[in-house]
């Protein structure tokens, strides 16, 4: 694990998770479901009082209806149905307690959370800072530099570049590559059909990227590969998909108007107790975020 590293947080994943979690479904002060904000929280404070970080930012997505993939590509993410309003209102309370705390947290009406996790990425790999990608989205592996780690916290082990490599069949750079060839159903990214991640991890052992692999097509159908010619048809068909696909996959790493100063500050304890009450935790609870 790196010395001091820089913690980055794909927030909305740890939000999400718990909002699908079938069974009891805990109220705050106002009648107002707020399972999600609790699972939420949860792991925010397991990841603070057993990694202790110095420097941590959230970054939250929001619903974006124009924006750079969706200008490209308008049918980008086109198979998500819009968050209900309950859900708003817990992402919104999850934002207001990490602000209680101190933490940065932010989101852009422009860019994704993955934009901007890449541009604090970018940020802290020029100030020589390690980084510590906090995600259950494989699309934020890209952005792992020699001395950084992607982690599924709470899920998976921790993925250092050779661990990318491992997991996933490519070095954290081809990882937009990957995706472009097999495409990404979660964003609805087309990628080449009867093309997964483990073929596209073949092409790419043999091209490094997707430019290499358009450039020098006919070599496909030459590979020591079960359907070899095959393969090489179905790029050659497809090769305005991958050429546009490869667009969206790509974390843009230049958001502006972002908080860059990702040092914990000073805790808003009246906000934070207010919190802790709408949510109805104990004054043990609210203690225990005092002190983390």
């Known amino acids: 694990m790196p010395e001091n590293p820089v913690w980055l947080i794909d927030a909305s994943i740890y939000v999400f998770r718990p909002w699908f979690v ?30 202790q970080p110095q420097q941590i930012g959230f970054a939250f997505d929001t619903s974006l209806q124009t924006s750079k993939r969706k200008e490209i590509y308008p049918n980008y993410k086109a ?12 992402f919104q309370l999850c934002r207001d307690f990490l602000q209680a705390l101190g933490i940065v947290q932010t989101a852009s009406h422009h860019f994704e959370a993955d934009d901007v996790i890449g541009t604090w990425a970018r940020q802290q790999r020029e100030s020589g800072n390690a980084c510590m990608i906090i995600s259950g989205d494989k699309d934020l592996a890209q952005l792992v530099g020699e001395r950084d780690i992607w982690w599924d916290y709470g899920k998976r082990k921790p993925l250092p570049p050779g ?22 159903v979660a964003d609805n990214i087309p990628g080449i059909p009867g093309i997964g991640m483990a073929t596209a991890a073949k092409l790419l052992q043999k091209f490094k990227d997707t430019e290499i692999l358009l450039s020098r097509i006919p070599e496909i159908g030459q590979m020591k590969t079960r359907g070899a010619k095959r393969l090489q048809g179905l790029v050659e068909e497809h090769q305005a998909t991958v050429r546009l696909a490869r667009q969206l996959t790509v974390i843009h790493c230049e958001v502006p108007e972002i908080p860059l100063d990702l040092r914990r500050g000073e805790k808003d304890l009246v906000r934070l107790r207010e919190l802790c009450e709408l949510l109805q935790l104990t004054e043990q609870q609210f203690r225990l975020w005092e002190m983390v």
């Open 163 to 184: 661990g990318v490599k491992k997991e996933f069949g490519v070095w954290p750079q081809q990882i937009p590559d990957q995706l472009a060839l097999a495409g990404d």
């Open 22 to 51: 079938r069974g009891y479904i805990p109220q705050d002060q106002e009648g107002n479901p707020v399972n999600a904000v609790l699972g939420f929280l949860r792991f925010t404070y397991n990841l603070l009082q057993t990694e």
């Open 79 to 90: 198979n998500r149905s819009p968050a209900p309003d309950e859900l708003k209102y817990q």
